[in-house]
């Protein structure tokens, strides 16, 4: 019984470590990050840009801070508010 319970334990620890991938330069480039938020005059519009999303482009995400209104746009240079 001992030795059962014993395989029965390596097998399913050598399958739970298996399955974390491998973190690499590879990795670290897709993944995504905010930059650069921003909040304007009013307070009620908030903006930040995700950093490569989609991979290797940024989108700039516009929200509006009362409703749920949304607004991204892949690749746009500035989300300063004036």
Request: contains cysteine; charged residues 20%.
């Amino acid at each position: 019984m001992k030795y059962s319970l014993s395989i029965l334990f390596i097998i399913i620890l050598t399958r739970v470590c298996a399955q974390k991938p491998i973190i690499n330069e590879r990795a670290i480039k897709s993944w995504q990050w905010v930059n650069n938020p921003s909040i304007s005059a009013d307070g009620k519009f908030v903006a930040y840009y995700i950093e490569n999303k989609p991979a290797g482009h940024n989108s700039l995400v516009i929200k509006s801070s009362n409703s749920s209104w949304e607004s991204v746009f892949i690749d746009a240079k500035s989300n300063v508010y004036k």
